[in-house]
């Protein structure tokens, strides 16, 4: 069974936030903290992964998705706050120096 992920990233506590939607969350993490493609995470250094929620549908996690983009921030926030109030980088441990820490597909 696949499973489906909606995260949201932060630069810093209670700085620029980014909610998206990924079935590969430590490839995607990888991704996000090695600057992979261009776009607003890199450009804006969001690569601080202080929330996520796994799920079996992808239908539900992508309108799970559209439902907290479509979220104030102070709501996105406290949502982050009531998980992880120290906004800790959740995947902080998942990468080493080595190589051979890189998910699969690099």
Not at 38 to 54: A, I, M, P, Q, R
Not at 84 to 104: G, Q, Y
Request: charged share 30%; hydrophobic share 30%.
């Amino acid at each position: 069974m696949r499973n489906y992920y909606v995260y949201i990233l932060s630069s810093k506590r209670n700085g620029t936030l980014y909610v998206g939607f990924t079935n590969d969350l430590k490839r995607r993490m990888y991704e996000h903290k090695n600057g992979v493609s261009d776009g607003f995470t890199k450009k804006y250094s969001v690569h601080n992964l202080v929330y996520f929620e796994e799920s079996s549908d992808a239908n539900a996690a992508i309108r799970r998705e559209k439902q907290i983009k479509g979220w104030r921030r102070d709501k996105k926030i406290a949502l982050i706050e009531s998980n992880n109030p120290d906004w800790t980088d959740l995947s902080n441990d998942w990468f080493a120096d080595s190589s051979a820490d890189k998910p699969a597909s690099e």
